[in-house]
């Protein structure tokens, strides 16, 4: 059964750094894309790194922009993202989800394109 699995959350203080994982199972890239979303107490859940097919480039939400970074290691089958400069609104449960590449999308961090999601990594930033 092909799975993504997170890790790498925890507790730390704002401006602290984290770097998530989600090793893929059954899946390997590039033939499927692995995006990064999360979910704040209280909040819909929201993309926070996503890849677009239309020019191949990758999407950062506005407020993680110049902070958080991903990366993906094909030899691993791991994508990781790099949080840095964390603050308190970035607390919240962190998602990889995972899409088949080439079938068009929706749209951007669109969660209905999504086949395989982790079970969540938790973050909690204090200030």
């Known amino acids: 059964q092909p799975r993504v699995v997170e890790s790498g959350g925890g507790l730390v203080q704002a401006g602290g750094s984290l770097r998530l994982s989600c090793v893929m199972s059954?899946?390997?890239?590039?033939?499927?894309?692995v995006d990064w979303f999360r979910q704040a107490p209280g909040k819909e859940r929201e993309g926070v790194v996503c890849f677009r097919n239309s020019d191949g480039t990758t999407t950062y939400a506005d407020d993680v922009k110049g902070r958080f970074a991903i990366s993906r290691d094909s030899a691993k089958n791991t994508v990781y993202l790099q949080m840095n400069s964390l603050k308190a609104e970035d607390t919240g449960t962190y998602y990889c989800a995972a899409r088949f590449t080439s079938r068009t999308p929706l749209g951007v961090c669109n969660d209905r394109d999504y086949d395989y999601w982790g079970p969540g990594t938790q973050v909690t930033v204090s200030s």
């Open positions: 059954g899946l390997n890239l590039p033939y499927w894309t």
